[in-house]
């Protein structure tokens, strides 16, 4: 396949969320699948929406998510600057351009002028749009403009249709009648998205645009803006979007995680990249598992389906537990480091058998070692002992469990299961509800990690502690 040079171009307008991290990773994964380029594109000409710090977040997210760009800021690339704001005399050139070719014209219309002729279209049932009145009046926009009077360049949008073959969605086509004369420039000298966007794709070869499907609208415009140019439009693939459990649209506004929450939260990276790989795109199999290598291996834009994608936590948090157990020891105990502080990476390989079944996302660990590494007893208020078992049975089993392991039963857990299962067993006791009684003695909780294994790395001085000390809460018989 021939190699596809793709951008992701977010704004600096807040933290990096699904939505858009699932657009960067299709277009990651379409320059790495085809041997292509990943260009990473700052489009922040909107200052009025700009949020301090959220370029370095971004960046952030990319990197953790192993999303690295050839090309783009803290990268050395033949088209820098990759920050718009940088290239405003780029697209001032540009406009130029257009305005000598009659593809655009200067606009003094007053904010209150566009909002008069606005609310006079929305009484009278039609589209809103703006009405082209300064492009008949050129002259006297000029002289307006020459006075000191604010004035932004407009698009002229040309008439009859325009179509594009999607790559996602198969043919589109629009009425240029359906199209507004957006504006391009700015009175602030900045360019408007539209502008930007299309004379960056075209300076930095961009050969197929890859982005949220809420952009389909702004195509006409786009290929409209080639046609002026007369530039070579690229390829465009729309990618559906993300909805919530409850089938709303995921967003910012919605409470959308950002992409770093995950991290704090316990996900492996490749869990989230699995995850956001499967919203919308399908691999022709029934396979859902799959290493960042595997889906760039697997991967094509044209097999994305165009039906909304539903992003499920519960999936995640599912995905997450599988590519923990997929982990190698050295590697689990790596990522486990982080959320068991206090213990060397010798003592959580000792764990690692018993958490890695067990852990849909990293930060469960904590919980999980807690009881093994701190001070514990029967919570107060407990049911203590538990339904099932009599006052007198638990006070056997833990009299005998506290001298089996002060003997040496440690040595062999299994041993110690079995026979402490026949003990109470004798009694009319289920193993299974006697035990919590054991749970609650030794984790102060009634389940957790499998407590035989627990006893054992807890050790036999203070597992023979907890258990008398659970002796002297038990209520007389």
């Known amino acids: 396949m021939t190699p596809r040079r793709v951008r992701f171009a977010p704004s600096p307008t807040g933290a990096l969320h699904i939505g858009s991290l699932r657009t960067a990773l299709f277009n990651f ?81 007053t904010p209150e002028r566009l909002e008069a002729m606005r609310a006079a279209q929305r009484a009278a049932k039609q589209p809103t749009r703006y009405d082209r009145r300064c492009f008949g009046r050129q002259d006297e926009v000029d002289a307006e403009r020459a006075a000191g009077v604010p004035a932004v360049v407009r698009q002229r949008i040309p008439d009859g249709s325009v179509s594009w073959q999607d790559l996602i969605r198969g043919e589109v086509r629009y009425r240029y009648t359906e199209i507004d004369d957006s504006v391009l420039l700015k009175s602030d000298g900045f360019p408007t998205y539209h502008l930007a966007n299309v004379v960056d794709d075209h300076e930095m070869r961009i050969t197929h645009v890859i982005r949220a499907e809420e952009w389909i609208p702004s195509t006409p415009k786009h290929l409209a803006l080639y046609a002026a140019f007369v530039w070579e439009p690229p390829a465009f693939a729309h990618v559906p979007v993300v909805l919530g459990p409850d089938k709303l649209k995921l967003s910012k506004r919605r409470g959308a995680p950002d992409v770093l929450t995950y991290r704090d939260q316990g996900f492996l ?15 022709g199999t029934t396979e859902e598992v799959f290493t960042p290598e595997e889906l760039i291996g697997r991967f094509e834009i044209e097999r994305v389906n165009p039906a909304p994608a539903i992003h499920d936590p519960k999936r995640l948090e599912a995905l997450n537990g ?100 026949a003990l109470v067993e004798e009694r009319g006791v289920k193993a299974r509800d006697a035990f919590r009684v054991l749970y609650l003695a030794l984790l102060g909780a009634p389940a957790g990690l499998p407590v035989f294994d627990a006893m054992v790395f807890i050790g036999a001085e203070s597992c023979a502690a907890r258990l008398r000390a659970a002796l002297a809460r038990l209520p007389a018989a």
Do not use: K
Request: aromatic share 6%; glycine share 8%; proline share 7%.
């Open 29 to 109: 994964l379409t320059a790495r699948s085809t041997g292509g380029t990943f260009i990473l594109r700052i489009e922040d000409t909107d200052q009025g929406r700009y949020v301090p710090g959220s370029e370095t977040q971004i960046l952030a997210s990319l990197r953790w998510l192993g999303l690295q760009w050839d090309e783009g800021p803290e990268v050395d690339g033949p088209y820098a600057p990759y920050v718009q704001s940088l290239r405003t005399e780029l697209y001032r050139a540009a406009a130029e351009r257009l305005l000598a070719s009659g593809g655009a014209y200067w606009c003094t219309c």
């Open 269 to 283: 990276p490749a869990a989230v990249v699995n995850a956001m790989a499967l919203l919308g795109w399908s691999s």
């Open 322 to 421: 599988l590519h923990i157990r997929r982990l190698s020891e050295a590697d689990l105990v790596e990522a486990l480091r982080p959320w068991l502080p206090t213990l060397s990476a010798e003592q959580i390989a000792t764990l690692v058998p018993l958490l890695r079944e067990r852990l849909p996302r990293l930060d469960d660990a904590a919980a999980l070692v807690a009881p093994l590494v701190g001070d514990v007893s029967v919570p107060e208020g407990a049911d203590f002992p538990p339904r099932g078992v009599d006052v007198e049975t638990a006070r056997l089993l833990l009299e005998r469990c506290a001298a089996e392991v002060e003997g040496g039963a440690l040595d062999d857990p299994t041993a110690l299961r079995l026979r402490l299962t």
